[in-house]
């Protein structure tokens, strides 16, 4: 766990790292910006939507928390869809689907048509582009992942700094519903992004390949096609991957609360709506930063394979900020609060793919994302509603940062200490067959992967196999010719070069079809 996997893209296409993969960084960016940039901005809509359907935090809070739900929970039918469909397809249709339900919500009548809309069929949206954007993502880089990964996790602040200034000067100009209905229109970008996401392609065989070896190409095409799982429920027999799942479901227990209450907490102490929205605007602007920084930082040569570690620092360091800004108590140490916040946050949303993308590679990434985000959306629906309960009962955010902080920090404990006890042997023993290994000679020093070397084992053996078959019939031919001849022959002072072989036994059954008898050639 945290070692680094060499990977190939789909259909064994080597991942470019760099090229048009920077075209999709640019779409991964945008998506990851709205995907978790939504749930947070709509939370400047929520006094305005208690006092129009006279609800209360904990019901406002649902709001968030379904659109997380959906983003999360509907993986395993993300996966099902990208493995049939492509990725393209599937987020062009999110794309759709996230823009109609901000619309729909534009002309709700109760706070339930909002859970519906904005909740369900716009998080349902999101979560088509989301999945799919990250495996692009992961089929286009391999030695630069940890920086695109950071560098992708970047539009989540970049797009809360622009969405929670924009729905304030909205709310202000055009009320709530106006507001739902021109952040629908910017959700049509998705599938600008979706056009991006051009599907990695092998380089074309040249035109030498006979048609033999192609339609043997297609034959064993077909015979594997079957064997395809749309969902690879495999990875739950990795250990690393266990313990990955059960810290990242914990940690988002608390993850996503303080974001947002941060408003509303803001506005409890009598601050203007404006200068309450500015907290999340600071927030972003520091995790900007935070992300690719920390993305530079996990690709380092002595970190990366340890890079669970350092999101489990990442973790701890973000519940303790939320401990002890608990008990901010005026706007000065909120914006303190939100800056440290906004560092330590960064550093888990640059971490926590990247992790599990080193636990279970390319090829499984697909059906390990998504049935990792299945299982965080069970805490996902318990975090921020349980917050807003917890809020309603005892009206002191101090308890509210304080269950989160207590949260993120148990997460870290169990994903450090786990990962030490039961897999901190792994780094001795390779993390995949492609690991490079050097072999030096007293001339030269090169560089070969494990797997090639044993795939020239492999065909070795097999063509001195061959050749001794090939050599047992010539002796069985030669013999039955000599004992009619009454010649003596050794098999032991038999010689036969692998090309004269095949020559000699091509030769018999070309005369075979010309109507001569391979003992008249003889």
């Known amino acids: 766990m945290g070692g ?36 947070k901005a709509v939370s400047v809509f929520y006094k305005e939507l208690i006092r129009e359907f006279g609800v209360g935090y904990s019901d406002t809070a649902w709001i968030s928390s379904i659109l997380l739900a959906m983003l999360y929970g509907t993986g395993p039918l993300c996966s099902v869809l990208v493995n049939c469909f492509g990725c393209r397809p599937v987020m062009m249709v999110g794309g759709l689907f996230a823009s109609l339900g901000m619309i729909l919500a534009s002309f709700s009548t109760s706070i339930i048509h909002i859970f519906l809309s904005t ?34 996790a970047a539009g989540s602040p970049v797009a809360l700094c622009c969405l929670s200034p924009l729905g304030q000067v909205l709310q202000y100009h055009y009320g709530w519903r106006g507001g739902f209905l021109i952040l629908g229109g910017l959700l049509l970008n998705c599938c600008v992004c979706a056009a991006l996401m051009r599907p990695l392609v092998a380089p074309k065989m040249l035109k030498a390949t006979d048609s033999e070896q192609d339609s043997k190409e297609g034959t064993e095409g077909a015979e594997k096609k079957p064997k395809s799982k749309l969902l690879d429920f495999s990875v739950f027999r990795d250990c690393g991957f266990l313990i990955y799942t059960l810290a990242a479901s914990i940690m988002v227990l608390g993850l996503f609360v303080p974001p947002v ?42 970190v990366r ?50 992790v599990l993308m080193a636990i279970v590679g390319t090829e499984r990434f697909s059906s390990a994302i998504g049935l990792v985000l ?58 995949d067959k ?33 050749e001794k078959e090939t050599l047992k019939a010539v002796i069985k031919e030669l013999k039955e010719v000599t004992d009619k001849e009454k010649i003596e022959v050794r098999p032991e002072s038999v010689t036969v070069d692998s090309q004269e072989v095949e020559r000699f036994l091509k030769e018999p059954q070309e005369k075979d079809d010309m109507g001569t008898s391979p003992e008249t050639s003889l």
């Open 4 to 39: 680094v996997v060499v990977d190939t893209g789909a259909g064994g296409v080597k991942a470019p790292d760099g090229g048009w993969g920077w075209a999709v960084l640019a779409g991964c960016f945008v998506i990851t910006g709205f995907s978790y940039a939504f749930p």
């Open 119 to 152: 909740g369900v069929i716009t998080g349902l949206g999101l979560a088509l582009n989301f999945q799919p954007s990250l495996i692009m993502l992961n089929r286009y880089f391999s030695e630069k992942r940890p920086l695109a990964n950071g560098l992708s």
């Open 261 to 302: 209450f941060f408003v509303s907490y803001a506005k409890e102490l009598g601050n203007e709506d404006t200068k309450s929205a500015l907290l999340l605007t600071i927030l972003g602007f520091v995790d900007i930063f935070a992300r690719p920084t920390c993305g530079v930082i996990a690709g380092l040569k002595w």
């Open 305 to 354: 394979p340890r890079c669970v570690y350092l999101f489990s620092f990442a973790m701890i360091f973000n519940g303790i900020t939320d401990l002890i800004g608990s008990q901010a108590k005026d706007y000065a140490s909120l914006v303190v609060f939100c800056i440290f916040f906004g560092l330590s946050y960064g550093m888990v949303g640059a971490l926590q793919f990247e």
């Open 374 to 431: 299945l299982l965080e959306a069970i805490a996902v629906l318990v975090g921020p509603p349980g917050a807003g309960r917890l809020l309603d009962a005892t009206k002191n955010y101090m308890y509210v940062f304080l269950l989160a902080g207590s949260e993120v920090v148990l997460s870290a404990v169990v994903l450090a200490t786990c990962n030490f006890l039961f897999i901190r042997k792994k780094s001795s023993t390779p993390a």
């Open 434 to 466: 492609l690991e490079k290994i050097t072999v030096t000679d007293d001339t030269k020093t090169e560089v070969c992967s494990k797997s090639a070397e044993m795939n020239d084992d492999e065909e070795k053996g097999a063509r001195e196999k061959q």
